[in-house]
């Protein structure tokens, strides 16, 4: 069983470490059958995304800067016409194919994307079943926000999970 504090932080870690088991949390006793809400309630709405003609060289210097793990591609309309993950990349650098390549030569497609009002059991359903971390979100097929794992999570703790009880 997962225990808290063990991040392999070292002696000299500062964090007080707890040593105590965690206890399971039953998320189907707090979710009911659908979660309420649409893709806008989930979405981050500051998105990066890239231009076509993004040179694979850009792409991996700002991936590392903002620390990314993948982007929309859009076009000069702001529809989105696919999307590079950190793992189109990593297949670009290790193919040595990089060199004079864009985003559009490397970007997967078609891209999946959602309307701003598809409901967020659907969304969920969409991520599980395409195995995907990245969700585009559209409105009037124009890219308005992306939801990703961090957004599931902050969903889940402010608006699904009961609040945990306050120390006296």
């Given at each position: 069983?997962?225990?808290?504090?063990?991040?392999?932080?070292?002696?000299?870690?500062?964090?007080?470490?707890?040593?105590?088991?965690?206890?399971?949390?039953?998320?189907?006793?707090?979710?009911?059958?659908?979660?309420?809400?649409?893709?806008?309630?989930?979405?981050?709405?500051?998105?990066?995304?890239?231009?076509?003609?993004?040179?694979?060289?850009?792409?991996?210097?700002?991936?590392?800067?903002?620390?990314?793990?993948?982007?929309?591609?859009?076009?000069?309309?702001?529809?989105?016409?696919?999307?590079?993950?950190?793992?189109?990349?990593?297949?670009?650098?290790?193919?040595?194919?990089?060199?004079?390549m864009t985003?559009?030569?490397?970007?997967?497609?078609?891209?999946?994307?959602?309307?701003?009002?598809?409901?967020?059991?659907?969304?969920?359903?969409?991520?599980?079943?395409?195995?995907?971390?990245?969700?585009?979100?559209?409105?009037?097929?124009?890219?308005?926000?992306?939801?990703?794992?961090?957004?599931?999570?902050?969903?889940?703790?402010?608006?699904?999970?009961p609040v945990?009880?306050?120390?006296?």
């Open positions: 069983m997962p225990r808290a504090g063990v991040h392999g932080g070292g002696a000299d870690c500062s964090a007080r470490c707890v040593d105590a088991p965690l206890t399971p949390l039953r998320l189907d006793h707090y979710m009911p059958q659908t979660m309420k809400g649409h893709a806008r309630n989930l979405m981050t709405e500051r998105v990066i995304a890239l231009e076509q003609g993004t040179p694979v060289t850009d792409m991996l210097q700002l991936f590392a800067q903002q620390n990314l793990s993948g982007a929309p591609v859009i076009d000069e309309g702001h529809h989105i016409v696919g999307f590079v993950s950190e793992t189109d990349l990593l297949g670009a650098l290790l193919r040595e194919e990089y060199e004079g985003a559009a030569d490397v970007m997967s497609t078609p891209p999946i994307c959602v309307d701003e009002f598809m409901p967020t059991d659907e969304v969920m359903t969409l991520l599980r079943e395409n195995r995907i971390h990245h969700l585009p979100v559209v409105r009037e097929g124009r890219l308005v926000g992306i939801i990703t794992p961090e957004d599931i999570l902050r969903y889940l703790v402010e608006r699904v999970l945990p009880p306050t120390s006296a």
